[in-house]
């Protein structure tokens, strides 16, 4: 079983930034396990926003790609997602995920123009 409990989320003004963390704890091996973090905004599917592999190569969406940076503190297992230059099209609920199948319970994030 593999706990997530993702934080961070609030309301920021357009051109701010937050960083959200996700704390994952349970039976992994967090340091080499492939992290995404995801987003539903309202309406809309789920989509997957960045992704950290077993090593440190990571990939983004190409709506985030510049404004957003994935990362992992193997000492603290937490994942974080730094998220710059918030646009207003960036609210959303975000979740942490691995395997596919352990998600969080989500952080709100919302952004005014």
């Known amino acids: 079983q593999v706990h997530l409990v993702e934080s961070g989320g609030g309301l920021v003004q357009a051109g701010g930034s937050l960083r959200l963390s996700c704390a994952v704890s349970?039976?992994?091996?967090?340091?080499?396990?492939?992290m995404n973090w995801y987003r539903q905004a309202p309406g809309k599917q789920r989509e997957l926003v960045a992704s950290i592999n077993s090593g440190r190569t990571t990939k983004y969406a190409a709506s985030v790609k510049g404004r957003f940076t994935i990362s992992r503190d193997a000492v603290d297992s937490t994942l974080y997602l730094q998220m710059n230059n918030l646009k207003p099209e960036d609210t959303a609920v975000y979740y942490c995920?691995?395997?596919?199948?352990?998600w969080g319970q989500g952080t709100q994030v919302a952004v005014s123009s």
């Open positions: 349970g039976s992994i091996i967090f340091s080499i396990t492939p």
């Open positions: 995920n691995t395997q596919g199948t352990y």
